[in-house]
C-alpha cells in the first residue's frame, strides 16, 4: 500500500514539469484573482464536517455501525491522505490552470487545497457509506450490463499508458488533453492496484456490479457540490475554468479517486500479506524426472 501511494505521489510530481522541460515550455506562474478565500475556505470545511457528521450519525443509528463511531484510526489515516491529495491537485491544476483562487502566492493556494482535502475525501467515503445503505439503491445498479473482462496485467498496462499519456501530452497540450490529464491520477492509481493484485473501483463491471462507480461518483457530486456551495455562499472566490457539466465530471472523477485511495488504505485494516507485481508464471513445459529403477 505505502509503495503504491509512494509512486501515485512521485508520478504526480515529477512528470508535468518534466512535459514541460522536455517541450521547451515555460511554467507560467498562475494568477490570483480578487476576493477573500481563507474564512469562506474554513466555513466551508466546517460546513462539509457538520454535513459529514450527519450522514455518519444517521447511518449509525440505522446499521449499528459506521466510520466515525467504528473505524476512528482509518478515517483518521484518510483525512491525512485527503489532505496529501488535495495538495496533489492543487499542484496539478499550477499547470492546467482549470481553477482560480485568490491565493497570493503557490504555497497559499496549497495549503488552502489541503484544508478541503482534509474533509472532503472522509466526507465523500462517508457519504457513499449512507447511500449504499438505502433500501434498494445497491440493489438497482447490480445485475446490470457487464463489461467484457480483459486480463488484469493487460488492463494495467494499458492504464498505465493512458494514465501516462495524460500526465506528460496532457501538460503540453493541455487544452486538448484536460479530460485525460485530470483522469491520470485515477487511472495510475487503478493501475497499480492491479498490479498488486488489489481490487479497484471498476472491479466489479465485469459482473454487471455498477454499485462502486455509481456511488463513488454521486458522492463526489454530493460533497463538493456542498463545500463549493458553503464557500461561494460565505463570499469566498473563485473562478472555475469549467462549464457546469464539466465541473460535474470533476467531481464525478473525484468521488472515485477517493474510494479508490479509501480502498488502498483499508488493506492495513484487512489482514492481507504483502503481494508482489504480477507473480512469475510457471514455465509452460513441465519437467518430470523419473526415478531410476
Known amino acids: 500500500?505505502?509503495?503504491?501511494?509512494?509512486a501515485l505521489i512521485l508520478a504526480l510530481l515529477s512528470l508535468p514539469p518534466l512535459a514541460l522541460s522536455l517541450s521547451g515550455r515555460e511554467w507560467d506562474v498562475p494568477v490570483a484573482?480578487?476576493?477573500?478565500?481563507?474564512?469562506?475556505?474554513?466555513?466551508?470545511?466546517?460546513?462539509?464536517?457538520a454535513f459529514a457528521t450527519l450522514l455518519d450519525t444517521l447511518t449509525f443509528h440505522r446499521t449499528g455501525h459506521s466510520l466515525l463511531h467504528s473505524q476512528r484510526s482509518y478515517l483518521l489515516w484518510n483525512c491525512v491522505a485527503g489532505a496529501v491529495a488535495?495538495?496533489?491537485?492543487?499542484?496539478?491544476?499550477?499547470?492546467?490552470?482549470?481553477?482560480?483562487?485568490?491565493?497570493?502566492?503557490?504555497?497559499?493556494?496549497?495549503?488552502?487545497a489541503a484544508l478541503c482535502g482534509t474533509v472532503l475525501l472522509p466526507a465523500i467515503l462517508i457519504t457513499r457509506l449512507w447511500l449504499a445503505?438505502?433500501?434498494?439503491?445497491v440493489r438497482l445498479s447490480t445485475r446490470r450490463f457487464a463489461l467484457p473482462a480483459i486480463?488484469?496485467?493487460m488492463t494495467a498496462k494499458l492504464l498505465l499508458l493512458a494514465a501516462l499519456t495524460g500526465l506528460i501530452a496532457g501538460t503540453i497540450w493541455i487544452d486538448r488533453l484536460s479530460w485525460l490529464f485530470w483522469l491520470a491520477?485515477?487511472?495510475?492509481?487503478?493501475a497499480l492496484q492491479?498490479?498488486?493484485?488489489?481490487?479497484?473501483v471498476f472491479s466489479g463491471l465485469a459482473q454487471g456490479d455498477w454499485s462502486r462507480v455509481l456511488l463513488g461518483t454521486i458522492s463526489g457530486i454530493v460533497a463538493g457540490s456542498i463545500a463549493l456551495a458553503a464557500y461561494r455562499l460565505s463570499g469566498g472566490a473563485i473562478y472555475l475554468a469549467a462549464s457546469t457539466w464539466q465541473l460535474v465530471a470533476g467531481l464525478s472523477v473525484f468521488g472515485l479517486l477517493c474510494l479508490q485511495i479509501g480502498?488502498?488504505?483499508?488493506?492495513?485494516?484487512?489482514?492481507?500479506?504483502?503481494s508482489d507485481i504480477f507473480k512469475k508464471k510457471p514455465f509452460p513445459i513441465p519437467v518430470v524426472s523419473k526415478k531410476d529403477q
Open 1 to 6: 500500500m505505502k509503495t503504491r501511494l509512494a
Open 33 to 49: 484573482i480578487a476576493g477573500p478565500f481563507l474564512l469562506p475556505a474554513i466555513f466551508s470545511t466546517l460546513a462539509l464536517l
Open 86 to 112: 488535495g495538495t496533489l491537485l492543487a499542484y496539478l491544476n499550477l499547470f492546467a490552470g482549470t481553477w482560480f483562487t485568490p491565493a497570493g502566492s503557490v504555497t497559499q493556494a496549497l495549503l488552502f
Open 133 to 137: 445503505g438505502l433500501p434498494g439503491v
Open 151 to 153: 486480463p488484469p496485467e
Open 185 to 190: 491520477p485515477l487511472l495510475l492509481l487503478a
Open 194 to 200: 492491479l498490479l498488486w493484485h488489489e481490487s479497484t
Open 263 to 274: 480502498d488502498a488504505l483499508a488493506e492495513g485494516w484487512r489482514g492481507k500479506n504483502r
